[in-house]
């Protein structure tokens, strides 16, 4: 069946990179998508890419895609405190199935 | 920017009562969603919604759980006869065009269900 997997956990010294990985089942997704999800807040969606694409750059995030291997990563750049939290990546639009979250702590 | 609203942010009910979450939708989207989060397990999917009736459903979404839009504002889920394991975070969610789309699903902060 469908499944996304992630590790779970990701520490970082502030502002090196974080690079959070995924793999996914699902080779029909048109898109695959990044959420954010903050301390008892919502999930907010950060980013996305098309399949067709191997590459996408928004700011500090950088997202790359290796459709062969269904492999998903999520580069954020100059890491802040701020971007503590856990990082969902997503398969399939019309019903998403998510990852586990990978939850990213920032340290000083 | 538009968002997805849900109320309220915490439900505190008895187990075997009937709850209802509520949800309102960005105004111009067409396709409502509900999700459901268990602590410390992954986001699963329950329902998808588009034209009055529904478009998809996990088998989670049994016979306990119902969706409706009664007006042209709100989405809302009807959980019967809850249970212990029931407890979840549900989060409703959005979008203004069917799957597959860049147009992604938007999602609320959820509203956090305890049933003691």
């Known amino acids: 069946g469908e499944d996304v997997e992630q590790s779970l956990f990701l520490s970082v010294r502030e502002g090196d990179s974080s690079v959070i990985n995924c793999t996914y089942t699902d080779s029909s997704s048109t898109y695959l998508y990044w959420y954010k999800q903050e301390p008892g807040a919502g999930l907010q969606l950060l980013t996305y890419i098309f399949s067709n694409m191997d590459m996408k750059q928004d700011q500090r995030l950088t997202v790359l895609l290796n459709k062969k291997d269904k492999h998903l990563s999520l580069r954020i750049a100059d890491t802040q405190t701020g971007d503590s939290a856990i990082y969902f990546c997503?398969?399939?639009?019309?019903?998403?199935?998510f990852g586990t979250g990978t939850r990213l702590q920032v340290f000083p | 920017e538009p968002e997805v609203t849900q109320t309220p942010s915490h439900q505190v009910t008895q187990m075997g009562q009937e709850v209802i979450l509520r949800c309102v939708p960005i105004s111009n989207h067409l396709y409502f969603y509900w999700y459901r989060q268990i602590l410390g397990q992954k986001v699963e999917f329950l329902v998808s919604f588009y034209n009055n009736e529904i478009s998809e459903k996990s088998e989670i979404f049994d016979d306990q759980f119902s969706v409706e839009r009664p007006d042209g504002s709100n989405f809302t889920l009807k959980i019967r006869s809850t249970k212990l394991e029931d407890s979840a975070m549900y989060f409703c969610a959005s979008s203004p065009q069917e799957g597959g789309s860049n147009q992604p699903q938007h999602f609320g902060d959820g509203t956090r269900l305890s049933i003691l």
């Open positions: 997503a398969e399939r639009a019309d019903k998403l199935i």
